[in-house]
Each structure stands twice: as structure tokens, then as C-alpha cells.
């Protein structure tokens, strides 16, 4: 039978949303009702009646509430197979009553480790034991039981029960893939947990990655490619994945990966920052004492290229910067930002002609960046590295030329260093004051990169600054640099020709920075 009749559900969640209403839909359809503990008064205070485990196992719960289900009364009526006679005889001879609905969701492990300062104790305590038992037993014989394990799948349940008696056998799989996701990622984050208490190695000797789908994407970076995004059940703070969605288009693959390079740039800056990012590389970006002027700056890095980007801004988008954003022939694909004016908000949902696709992306306030580990996934496996998100240290930068940078050069100098770490390698950005003038990205000769920055600035080139992400191995882009009129340069150092390229910068009055730190971005 397909759809075999729910006659008794055994319920023990821990979070109760939507319990009620579907547990009083259950009994109207003449489920009987059993559960334990804090369940159960909680579905009596709703006036549902409910049966006692313990009175129906004829053993108490002990040890705190450790032991209430784990009984063979309990995971005989779940595990027993309904097309066979031995079975349904065993249950006869024990009295033991056959549970067709298992509802359970389990304690709240990862929420509490996630606090941070949570004791080793406490922690322990929210190691569910009887839960994923019961989530196992039932999803292992889902041919005949239905498992629920999140209030979302309440409805669908419901709906099932109250039109042909019980869930099909394609939606019995389905709830059992999922009830048998949960427990693994529940143990994944218990294993994890023990390996940070253990060491404080940030790569441990095995690592169990666990993700939950939000949503199927439209496509991948093509159109003929497939794609989701997941959610880290551990990750905190603000991202893209999470932002709340106020206007416009579904998000696509690209416009996450966008999004989230937008956000990385001005989240580290203190001031009012705007970025525009097209193709993962940004085309402009600028710091300013009001976002729209940052806006405006931003956007007059690369006019060409900012039609059709994605935008982030560190500072919820006022009025000021919507009026920059709505000017006539800008296109722009999304926005992301810890906030939208009510009266922005309005602006760019009515104003541009692109009003109702740009996507509007509120994250939330927007704390500095921390430190983490950042993955990849390779053929046939996984690479681990920290994050480059840590600050860099302007007190360890040294001029290594005879002439010194001005003193308004510096401020340029440093917002360069700060873009170029997020260009793709080779990468090298001018600055005039802080805003983006040109980008050269993602060549693999590095003086191409240098003639493509300088060929995007035109004549914005001269009097800019200019950084690079690694060292200079020739001094054939430092002439490039001068002819174009560059005023000052800042890059890592390090190379086994420093001393011609410091040469070639004396001899033609360029002021260089070596700050012994690169910043690759494969």
C-alpha cells in the first residue's frame, strides 16, 4: 500500500513551532497522539490529548530526562516491517503498539556551542541521544513510517493525512533523506565541537563539512550548468547567503559570487565606501565623507564597465545615494547593503527603468571582517588556507627609494592597498585619492595588467598611485608606470631583481612602498 494509514505518531521536539497546529490536525483525523516530557505538557496546555511513554513503556523517565524513549516498547512499534507476518507477531506477543509517524527534531547542539562561551558541560547536555535514534529507526523503515524533523514539513504531512490517510511512498523517501541529512549534520557538528576543544590546530586531521540547501538557482555560471546555494550551519554575521532579499529578480550564481565580493571590499573600511563589481573583479570603488558622494566616485572608476554590476556600500543607502543610483543610462544587477532608507528603497523600486529587476540585498550591520578558514574544492579534493582578511600593518611599510611619497600620496597608497588584495592575480589598481581610476586584473604577464589599468584611467593615470599585488620580477612596468604619469607605487617587495626595479624607480623620481606582504587572488 502507497500510502499507508497514519493510526499513532510518537512526538519529542525540542523546537515547538508549528507543534500545535499540527498535532490538533492529527487528532482530527484520528491520530493518536504519544510523547514525552516537555512535549507532552506542552501539547496538553494546548488542550490536545496526549498519551504518556512512560506510562505505556510501564518504565519511568530517569536520569534527568536522559532516558525516555530508548525502550524496545518504542523502537519495536517503529521498526517493524508491516508486510511481514513475524513482525506484526512479535509486536502481538510483546503488546507492542506499531507507530506510524515519528515527529522529532533534536536539542539545540549547534546553537549553543555557537554562543562561544559555552562550557564543556552544557555542551554535553545538548548532545541529543534518544532523538537521532528515533529518527534513524524511522527513517530506516520509512517504506511503512513517516519521519518529520522540521516543522516545515508539517503541512505537507498534514495534507497527506487528511486526503489519502498518509504520505506517499516517493514522500516518505524524501522525508527519510532528509531525517538521515539532519542526523549527520548533528553529528558532523558534535565531532567538530570536540575537535576544537581538543586542538587548537585551525587545519584538524579530518574536518566534516556540512552545508544546507537554501534554494536551486536558475543556473551555474552558464546557462547550460546546473547550481544551489547552501548555508554553513556554523557561519555567523553577515552575508549574502543570508541577507533578506527586498526587491527585484531571483539572484542568480553569478550575482551571489559578485555580491559577496562587493560586500568583502567595504566591509573594512570604517568610512562611508561603495564597490561596483563586475565579473568578481572590482571596476570601481571609492571612500568619501557621504555614500552618495561615494557612490558617484565609485561609479566614475570604469562608467563602461559599472553598467550592469553589482554594487556594495558599508552604510544603509540613503537618499542621496539612490538619486546617484537612479541617474538616466546606469544599469545596475543588484545591491547589497546593511540597510535601505525607506524612502531610498522607494526610489529604486520607481524610479530607474530597471526598477522592478535590481536585486536589493539588506545584510544587516556590518561588523569588521574575521578571520577564517577558507575552502576549495579541487579534484578529488579540498584546499584549506586562511582567509586574507586580516589588516595589514602600515607601520611595517618602508620607502625603499630616495624620494618619499607626499604626504596626500599616502592616502591613496593606502586605499590601493586595500582594493588591490580583492582583484584577481595579476592584479594592479590606480588610485587618485581613494577611488578606483583603473584595474588590471586576472593577466598572466604582469606589465599587461599594468597597461590595462593604465589604458582604463586615460588620463586619470597621471598624478595616480599604483598597487600591486606581488612584486615587480622586471623593471619594465615601472617605465610603463612613469610614462603614464604614476605618482607612486606600493607593492610587496621581494623579488630577486628589487634592486633594478628600486633603481629604475630612483632614476625616474618615483617614491616606492615595499610592504613584505602579497596578496594573490587565484
Not at 491520530?31 to 516537555?38: A, D, I, N, P, R
Amino acid at each position: 500500500m502507497d500510502s499507508p494509514r497514519i493510526r499513532r505518531a510518537i512526538i519529542s521536539v525540542s523546537n515547538k513551532l508549528g507543534l500545535a497546529d499540527f498535532a490538533r490536525g492529527l487528532a482530527a483525523a484520528g491520530v493518536e497522539l504519544y510523547s514525552t516530557g516537555g512535549t507532552r505538557k506542552y501539547l496538553q496546555d494546548e488542550g490536545l490529548e496526549v498519551a504518556d511513554v512512560a506510562a505505556y513503556t510501564g518504565f519511568p523517565e530517569m536520569l534527568d530526562g536522559r532516558v525516555k524513549t530508548l525502550h524496545p516498547r518504542i523502537f519495536g512499534g517503529i521498526l517493524a516491517r508491516r508486510d511481514r507476518s513475524d513482525d506484526l507477531d512479535s509486536l502481538a506477543a510483546h503488546g507492542i503498539l506499531a507507530f506510524d509517524l515519528v515527529v522529532v527534531n533534536l536539542y539545540p547542539f549547534e546553537a549553543t556551542v555557537a554562543r562561544g562561551d559555552c562550557p564543556l558541560d552544557e555542551a554535553i547536555e545538548q548532545m541529543d541521544v534518544g532523538g537521532p535514534s528515533l529518527i534513524r529507526a524511522a527513517a530506516k523503515n520509512h517504506a511503512f513510517v513517516t519521519v518529520a524533523t522540521d516543522p516545515e514539513q508539517y503541512s505537507e504531512i498534514l495534507d497527506a493525512v487528511t486526503t489519502a490517510g498518509g504520505p506517499t511512498g516517493e514522500q516518505r523517501r524524501r522525508f527519510a533523506q532528509a531525517a538521515f541529512s539532519r542526523t549527520a549534520a548533528y553529528d558532523r557538528a558534535i565531532s567538530a565541537y570536540f575537535e576544537s576543544q581538543a586542538s587548537s590546530d585551525p587545519f584538524p586531521p579530518s574536518v566534516a563539512l556540512a552545508a544546507r540547501r537554501k534554494g536551486l538557482l536558475r543556473y551555474g555560471e552558464n546557462p547550460h550548468q546546473r547550481a544551489a546555494v547552501y548555508v554553513d550551519p556554523a557561519a555567523r554575521g553577515p552575508s549574502v547567503v543570508a541577507a533578506q532579499q527586498l526587491a527585484g529578480k531571483e539572484l542568480s550564481y553569478n550575482n551571489l559570487l559578485d555580491l559577496d565580493s562587493a560586500l568583502a571590499i567595504v566591509r573594512s573600511f570604517d568610512e562611508p565606501a561603495v564597490s561596483v563589481i563586475k565579473h568578481n573583479n572590482p571596476c570601481g570603488a571609492a571612500v568619501a565623507a557621504t555614500l552618495a558622494e561615494a557612490t558617484q566616485a565609485a561609479l566614475d572608476g570604469d562608467p563602461e564597465s559599472a553598467f550592469g554590476s553589482v554594487l556594495g556600500m558599508n552604510r544603509p543607502v540613503d537618499v542621496g545615494a539612490a538619486e546617484t543610483l537612479a541617474a538616466p543610462g546606469l544599469f545596475v544587477e543588484a545591491i547589497v547593503a546593511p540597510d535601505f532608507e525607506p524612502a531610498a528603497l522607494e526610489i529604486l523600486t520607481t524610479r530607474p527603468k530597471w526598477k522592478a529587476n535590481v536585486r536589493l540585498m539588506k545584510v544587516g550591520r556590518l561588523d569588521p571582517p574575521a578571520l577564517a578558514t577558507v575552502w576549495r574544492q579541487i579534484g578529488g579534493g579540498w584546499l584549506a588556507q586562511d582567509a586574507d582578511a586580516g589588516p595589514d600593518v602600515p607601520d611595517e611599510w618602508r620607502v625603499v627609494t630616495r624620494r618619499e611619497p607626499a604626504e596626500r600620496a599616502l592616502a591613496a597608497l593606502r586605499f590601493a592597498w586595500s582594493i588591490v588584495r580583492h582583484v584577481k592575480s595579476n592584479a594592479i589598481v590606480l588610485a587618485s585619492g581613494r577611488a578606483l581610476a583603473g584595474v588590471g586584473a586576472g593577466q598572466m604577464s604582469r606589465v599587461d595588467s599594468v597597461e590595462i589599468a593604465i589604458r582604463k584611467a586615460g588620463a586619470r593615470a597621471r598624478g595616480a598611485v599604483l598597487a600591486s599585488d606581488a612584486f615587480f620580477p622586471f623593471p619594465d612596468s615601472i617605465h610603463r608606470a612613469a610614462a603614464a604619469g604614476i605618482a607612486a607605487i606600493i607593492q610587496p617587495g621581494g623579488s630577486r631583481k628589487d634592486d633594478e626595479v628600486i633603481a629604475a624607480c630612483d632614476e625616474l623620481g618615483l617614491p616606492m612602498i615595499f610592504t613584505g606582504r602579497r596578496h594573490f587572488k587565484h
